[in-house]
Nanobody
Framework: QVQLVESGGGLVQAGGSLRLSCAASGLTFASYAMGWFRQAPGKERGFVASITSSGINTYYADSVKGRFTISRDNRKNTVYLQMNSLKPDDTAVYYC??????????????WGQGTQVTVSS
């Protein structure tokens, strides 16, 4: 079965950095666009960033543009989210997801369990 396993979350001070990883198994990773989403307490899950199956094109939410970078390594079946200049508003559970419908699609086929990111002020 398909598994997406996130790691790298934790507690960081405002202005700091974290790198999240998402290891995929059970699917042809290089055939899927990948995305990162987040859900803060009391809020709906929202889009953060996505990347094409080849890794050539990326797409970001305005709130993270210039601070976060999504990348992938198809040899390792892993997608990353480098988060810099973190703010308390970035505190959330971060999820990775896979879609066969293209990196701009709102529909994702598979989801990970999430990893907590907490940014202290």
């Amino acid at each position: 079965q398909v598994q997406l396993v996130e790691s790298g979350g934790g507690l960081v001070q405002a202005g700091g950095s974290l790198r999240l990883s998402c290891a995929a198994s059970g699917l042809t990773f290089a055939s899927y666009a990948m995305g990162w989403f987040r859900q803060a307490p009391g809020k709906e899950r929202g889009f953060v960033a996505s990347i094409t199956s080849s890794g050539i094109n990326t797409y970001y939410a305005d709130s993270v543009k210039g601070r976060f970078t999504i990348s992938r390594d198809n040899r390792k079946n892993t997608v990353y989210l480098q988060m810099n200049s973190l703010k308390p508003d970035d505190t959330a559970v971060y999820y990775c997801a896979a879609t066969a419908k293209g990196y701009r699609s709102p529909e994702y086929d598979y989801w990970g369990q999430g990893t907590q990111v907490t940014v202290s002020s």
